[in-house]
């Protein structure tokens, strides 16, 4: 089992930045593909990247001001957000899988999840 741990999250201006981080606990995630999920209310959870090895992609929306990575000694993985925008306010929670079968926005696929984190972008 893996239990996972975000932190990070709070309140931001517009262009500002915040790091998120993924701690996982219970067992290494070195080999599991770590996805950021965020949800806002009313509307379903939607990928905003993820990574697998050193290999992280990332949804239309946040690429060119996010990046995934990770640091397999505190098997911890990280969220950097930059040019924060206001409707990147959100809850934003990170989860894991260990296999590969269903696409990785696919969010029903991935076996563990964290309790989420509020990220508040202010206008």
């Known amino acids: 089992q893996v239990q996972l741990a975000e932190s990070g999250g709070g309140l931001v201006q517009a262009g500002g930045s915040l790091r998120l981080s993924c701690a996982a606990s219970?067992?290494?995630?070195?080999?599991?593909?770590v996805a950021w999920f965020r949800q806002t209310p009313g509307k379903e959870r939607e990928i905003v990247g993820h990574i697998r090895w050193s290999d992280a992609s990332y949804a239309d929306s946040v690429k060119g001001r996010f990046t995934i990575s990770r640091d397999n000694a505190k098997n911890t993985v990280y969220l950097q957000m930059s040019s924060l925008k206001p409707e990147d306010t959100a809850i934003y929670y990170c989860?894991?899988?260990?296999?590969?079968?269903?696409?990785?926005?696919?969010?029903?696929?991935?076996?563990?999840w964290g309790q989420g984190t509020q990220v508040t972008v202010g206008s």
């Open positions: 219970g067992r290494s995630f070195s080999t599991y593909r």
């Open positions: 989860a894991a899988r260990n296999r590969d079968v269903f696409p990785a926005g696919a969010a029903a696929s991935y076996a563990y």
